[in-house]
Nanobody, 122 residues
């Protein structure tokens, strides 16, 4: 496995949008779980190879995930951003499935990206 590579962070005003990208090698595998985590390990979105999605209520209706399997990229579309959404966003990949906690994965060894900063001003 390789370390995921994130991009797409930046600064926006409240109500704005950002799209984060995560290049994740496991997207070409039969079994995987990819998630976005922010701040103190708060899961904000996860998807597994079964197509199961998991997002906590704090971001439902505002955040969504999409996958470009051919290019092995996971996108996190974030709309109606709020100041409390600010922080470092990390992409994680592992061989496994959606975790019991919303927006997380569970399974084998996890590989974390370096993170990308999101800043939302009021």
């Amino acid at each position: 496995q390789e370390q995921p590579v994130e991009s797409g962070g930046g600064s926006v005003q409240a109500g704005g949008s950002l799209r984060l990208s995560c290049r994740a090698s496991l997207l070409s595998s039969n079994v995987y779980c990819i998630s976005w985590t922010r701040k103190e390990r708060e899961g904000v979105a996860a998807i597994d190879s079964d197509g199961t999605l998991s997002l906590p209520t704090s971001v439902q209706g505002r955040f969504s995930i999409s996958v470009d399997t051919a290019n092995k990229i996971l996108y996190l579309q974030m709309n109606d951003l709020k100041p409390e959404d600010s922080g470092m966003y990390y992409c994680l990949q592992l061989v496994g499935n959606i975790g019991s906690v919303a927006g997380t994965c569970t399974g084998g060894r996890s590989y974390w990206g370096q993170g990308t900063q999101v800043t939302v001003s009021s």
